[in-house]
């Protein structure tokens, strides 16, 4: 969502860059506008799929930012309830889940720590854990994610992502012989380290939904685009049971609006300059049927 954040500060939380007074100048015009933005880009998914059953979100402040695009945005006509973890972020911005109440029921659901103070790390995002029911009866289990950030690519940096996918590891394993999803922003390449730990283990229960033939790919060969060169930060993890569920590999979804003049990703802000688009991120989109 690219730092999707309402105009009211929220006590405890570094927000105030995105407050009216604040070097962002996030006033109600713009929070709308971006609200809207959003709001056609899933509108726009939905012309190939249908409405998404379920859709994760990285960078969004909380419940207030979701009410709003669920129910007074253009979303409000697809029916979307969400789900948002409420972790130690710095900042306060967290992973959610919205979904659509008469396809998915949720059933259980929780937010799922990474313990980085414990190991003397900034805190981070939460991971979001949820459980539902399909309409079929079908349990599926899903996460949402949005690991430490890359910046300055120092040794601790690294070391923090290793602990948030140890977190995610574990909570794959104890549910590797059920329909298992993991789904966000990994900060990773899927040549990074972390990836062997998620991946690459012969015990891991994950595979990834993410095609790797690129011949395949349609348009740019990733979801992110840091000094010319396109790459996955975000990925789609899935277990067995869910991974005989899908149509085929997860791809980045775009359109031209989407999209600046020389085919990259038309950000809300570029640095400190307002662009008025959508998000720093392609999203991915993965088809997936029921037995």
């Known amino acids: 969502m690219e730092n999707l954040f309402d105009t009211v500060h929220a006590e405890g939380f570094e927000d105030t860059d ?31 799929f249908g ?14 930012c ?18 948002v973890a409420h972790g130690p972020d710095a900042r306060g911005v967290q992973t959610a889940l919205i979904y659509q109440p008469q396809l998915f029921r949720v059933v259980a659901s929780q937010s799922v720590r990474v313990p980085s103070r414990e190991h003397h790390l900034r805190a981070t995002r939460d991971i979001l854990y949820v459980k539902g029911v399909l309409f079929s009866g079908d349990t599926l289990h899903l996460a949402v994610v949005h690991f430490p950030s890359r910046r300055g690519g120092s040794r601790e940096a690294d070391r923090h992502r290793m602990l948030a996918a140890s977190v995610l590891r574990h909570l794959a394993d104890s549910l590797s012989t059920s329909c298992f999803m993991a789904m966000g922003d990994f900060n990773a390449y899927p040549s990074d380290p972390v990836f062997r730990r998620m991946l690459t283990e012969a015990s891991s229960p994950l595979r990834t939904a993410v095609t790797t033939k690129k011949k395949r790919l349609r348009g740019p060969e990733g979801t992110y685009c840091y000094r010319g060169e396109w790459g996955y930060l975000d990925h789609i993890l899935v277990t067995e049971p869910f991974r005989r569920m899908l149509c085929g590999e997860a791809l980045p979804f775009k359109r031209e609006f989407m999209l600046t003049p020389e085919g990259l990703p038309l950000r809300s802000f570029q ?3 307002w662009r008025g688009g959508y998000s720093d991120h392609l999203p991915l989109a993965v088809e997936f049927t029921v037995p």
């Open 18 to 48: 995105f407050l009216p007074d604040g070097a962002n100048a996030w006033n109600s015009r713009r929070y709308w506008g971006k609200l809207h933005r959003l709001s056609k880009v899933i509108a726009a998914m939905s012309e190939d």
């Open 51 to 64: 409405p998404p059953v379920f859709l994760g979100l990285c960078e969004v402040e909380g419940d207030s």
């Open 66 to 83: 979701l009410r709003d695009l669920t129910r007074r945005s253009a979303l409000r006509h697809l029916g979307y309830d969400y789900v």
């Open 271 to 273: 640095g400190p300059v």
